[in-house]
């Protein structure tokens, strides 16, 4: 069963799950009119695999590099920049082919990569015969798994070992002969109820008397003591809005309660070894921001279209002042490209392991996030004020005002009204809507706030480098 079904996956979801949303468990993740939506999401993981055209099939599974079988590609290890390109490709066809996020896999071996890289670097064979087994499990049982990374963390200028209660992050609170118990929660954790496997991994550097906050291991979703509090995504398309032809998609995002969970021994991957709990928060970092420029190319290059549709159906595309503002947009979007295709070409190796660019993929993440709100500004200025007002489609579809609506609501010659309409409902949902506030708060924080994109980008600059260029050209020695 090395590529699963669709109905396969969906079926492995009913499996008792401890899922609750608006104050109520949940009994069916698959049947949920919301939780539906994200789990139909990252059934699109399961989908394109059974294309019957060989340009999508090939790229989404992969020869298993020992046996040949076809695996997920999302189970291969990169190696060298072209696996680095092959994924980023395939995150961009999964949005470009089912109009949904990446769905899951993405994160959950971002968490796993980091993991393998982070036993190589410690030479702990264990641990690295672990995660290798593990990956085959995946690969064997094509798993959809999540990644929990980010701890609820209490008081925010405490670390873990001051906080009011040690339960801020999660941590190891014992261990036995069977495995290790794990206290603690984690948050705004994506398709977690639609994954079958959480990989815990930490969120920070752990010093000396935090050892048991150094903590990484996989578990089924499933296991006991496990609980998924979800906030509700998007829900059904409203008839209020005019028909599109993108599919309704969103993954659900959740609290993960940890109550004193049970975790076999064969699933940890760290285990108080608090030296190399940067390293791999760090290493997880870098490939899963490098996951949020491939997904979000796809995201912008649409909301750079919808600019100059807006622009063409209100009949202003040859204005000057819209013109440069359009150029803004592509500039964006062409800038977020080249930095993503940059971080390709200057990878990092742990050992065989391939890492893209730490310094240019955080330079693409913050160019990203600091950036997305002044392109949705400029877009709502493109479009005008009927994102926010326009009449919705019942309506347009009532006979006694239809055609108020047909004859005033008309702009330029090129499109019908309706095709303006449409337009307007598009640009709406991604500039001026519910879900577009969520994506600007996402496009902020998830990968990491700008902070820690600002921090890792000193961090791997040559910046020292250039002082001392200054220094010499002042005349004056460089310090350390
Ligand atoms: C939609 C969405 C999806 C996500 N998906 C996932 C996921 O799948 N898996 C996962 O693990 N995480 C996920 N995240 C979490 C994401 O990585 C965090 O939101 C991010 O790291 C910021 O953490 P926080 O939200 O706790 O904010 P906070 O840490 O509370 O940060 C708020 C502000 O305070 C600043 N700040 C925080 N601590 C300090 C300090 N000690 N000193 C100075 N300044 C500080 C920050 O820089 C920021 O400006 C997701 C987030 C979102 C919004």
């Known amino acids: 069963m090395a590529i699963r079904t669709p109905d396969q996956y969906r079926e492995s979801l009913r499996d008792g799950r401890s ?4 104050g109520e468990k949940i009994e069916d993740v698959t049947t949920h009119p919301i939780l539906k939506i994200g789990t139909e999401t990252a059934a699109g993981d399961f989908i394109l695999p059974e294309s019957k055209d060989p340009a999508i099939r090939d ?71 672990r995660a290798r087994a593990y990956l085959e499990h995946l690969r064997a049982n094509d798993l959809m798994l999540c990644g929990a990374v980010t701890d609820v963390k209490g008081d925010r200028s405490k670390v873990p070992a001051a906080q009011v209660h040690p339960d801020y992050y999660v941590h190891v609170v014992d261990e036995n002969k069977d495995g290790i118990i794990v206290k603690g929660a984690k948050i705004h954790i994506t398709g977690a109820p639609a994954a079958n496997e959480l990989l815990v991994v930490p969120t920070r550097q752990m010093r000396e008397n935090e050892a048991d906050y150094a903590v990484s291991f996989a578990i089924p979703v499933a296991t006991k003591g496990v609980h998924l509090i979800c906030r509700p995504g998007r829900g059904e398309r409203s008839p209020a809005e005019f028909p599109s032809n993108r599919p309704n998609r969103g993954l659900v995002e959740a609290m993960i309660v940890f109550d004193n969970v049970l975790v076999p021994w064969d699933r940890v991957f ?11 928060a760090y290493t997880f970092a870098t490939y899963h921001r490098f996951t949020a420029v491939s997904y979000k190319i796809p995201l912008v290059e649409i909301m750079a279209g919808i600019a100059l549709a807006v622009a063409e159906v ?15 947009v592509v500039a964006y979007v062409e800038t977020l490209k080249a930095l993503g295709t940059a971080a390709i070409k200057s990878p990092v190796y742990y050992g065989e392991i391939c890492v893209p660019s730490p310094l240019i993929t955080n330079m693409a993440k913050l160019h990203f996030a600091k950036n997305y709100h002044e392109i949705m500004k400029t877009i709502q200025d493109i479009a005008g004020g009927i ?32 095709e303006r309409m449409r337009i307007l409902q598009m640009t709406h949902n991604m500039v001026a809507s519910a879900d577009s506030a969520h994506m600007e708060v996402t496009t902020v924080h998830a990968e990491g706030s700008m902070e820690a994109q600002r921090m890792m980008i000193l961090i791997e600059s040559p910046l020292k480098q250039y002082r001392d260029l200054a220094l010499m050209a002042s005349g004056v020695q460089p310090k350390d």
Request: charged share 20%.
């Open 19 to 22: 899922v609750y949303m608006f």
């Open 59 to 129: 790229l989404f599974v992969a020869p298993h590099p020992e046996t040949g079988e076809p695996i997920s590609r999302y189970f291969t290890t990169p190696k060298t920049p072209q696996d680095i390109d092959m994924r980023m490709q395939m995150i961009q066809q999964s949005i470009r082919l089912t109009g949904g996020l990446p769905f899951g896999k993405d994160i959950g071996t971002d968490c796993l990569n980091a993991i393998m890289a982070t036993a190589e670097q410690m030479g702990k064979l264990e641990y690295k015969e």
């Open 270 to 280: 760290l285990c108080r070894e608090w030296q190399y709990s940067m390293l791999l």
């Open 314 to 328: 209100n009949g202003l595309e040859k204005v000057g002042h819209i013109r440069g503002k359009l150029s803004e």
């Open 387 to 418: 994102i926010t007002t326009m009449p919705t489609y019942l309506d347009w579809q009532n006979p006694d005002i239809h055609d108020y609506l047909e004859h005033y609501l008309g702009a330029s010659p090129k499109y019908t009204t309706e």
